[in-house]
Structures are given as structure tokens and as C-alpha cells.
């Protein structure tokens, strides 16, 4: 008779401990890119956002009110924008990116809420953007105004 071979139990746990290690390395990293993806997301999302608040303020002599901008630029007429820009660093992941008008409408500030979730801006009436928590080096936001 002939006898197959076959892995031992103890192959098997060497072959599988191998595969943890390898995948415990993996993971870590796929993360990290995973960041880096939607930090390029962001940026994408926010530049969008700047020329499509551009076109509204040359259409309408003034920027869209803060509740509900989006909807202000998707209803205006020509149409500004095609669909909703989400900030992926959001508390469900679907909130539209934050977005601040100085009392007097003339400046603006949006942004995201950052991977901590944590970045709160606001905008004078002298167009300084002012960050209220959050670190101006690292997280992504756009205005017409200035970093104070």
C-alpha cells in the first residue's frame, strides 16, 4: 500500500503562525494608505467645493447660508454641484464637510472634521480663519479668508 503524505498537526501550526505574523504586518500598513486615500479624498472634496462656492457667490453676489449649503449649491440654477461631497471623517461618514460663513456672509471657511474628529473653525468678519481645536499644519479646510 502507498501512503499519502500529508501535513503533520505541527506543520500546520507552523504554516499558520507563519501567515499570522505576515498578516500582522499587512494590516498596519494597509491602514496607514488607507488614511492617505482619504486624506487625497478630502482634498479633492474641498477643491470641488472651493470653485463650486466661487461659482455660487459670482451667480448670487453672495455665498450659500451655512444650514444646508449643499443643497443650495445642488438646487442652484445652473446646477453647481452633481451630488453631495461627505466628509469621510465624519461621526457617521455621510455629514456633508463643515462649513462657516463670517456674520456678515462676505467669508467663508469649510472643512473636515479630521481623522480625531475633533477640528472646529470659524471665520471673522475680517476674513481670519480661526481655529477654535484643531491644528492649522495638519488639517484640511479652504476659505477666501486667512489663517489667523
Known amino acids: 500500500m502507498r501512503h499519502k503524505k500529508a501535513l503533520t498537526l505541527f506543520e500546520l501550526l507552523v504554516v499558520m503562525i507563519i501567515f499570522s505574523v505576515a498578516v500582522g504586518f499587512v494590516v498596519p500598513l494597509f491602514r496607514i494608505y488607507q488614511k492617505d486615500i482619504l486624506r487625497s479624498r ?3 472634496d474641498l477643491q470641488l467645493l472651493r470653485a463650486a462656492l466661487k461659482v455660487y457667490r459670482l451667480t448670487h453676489s453672495e ?3 451655512p444650514e444646508n449649503y449643499q443643497e443650495q449649491l445642488w438646487a442652484a440654477s445652473p446646477r453647481i454641484l452633481e451630488k453631495r461631497l461627505v466628509d469621510p471623517f465624519s461621526e457617521t461618514g455621510n455629514l456633508v464637510y463643515e462649513y462657516k460663513t463670517s456674520r456678515d456672509g462676505k467669508f467663508y471657511v469649510a472643512y473636515s472634521v479630521g481623522a480625531l474628529g475633533n477640528v472646529r473653525l470659524a ?4 476674513g481670519k480663519v480661526i481655529f477654535l481645536s484643531g491644528d492649522q499644519r495638519h488639517e ?3 476659505s477666501d479668508g486667512s489663517p489667523e
Request: net charge positive.
Open 123 to 126: 471665520v471673522s468678519e475680517k
Open 42 to 44: 478630502i482634498d479633492g
Open 140 to 142: 484640511k479646510w479652504i
Open 63 to 65: 455665498y450659500p447660508r
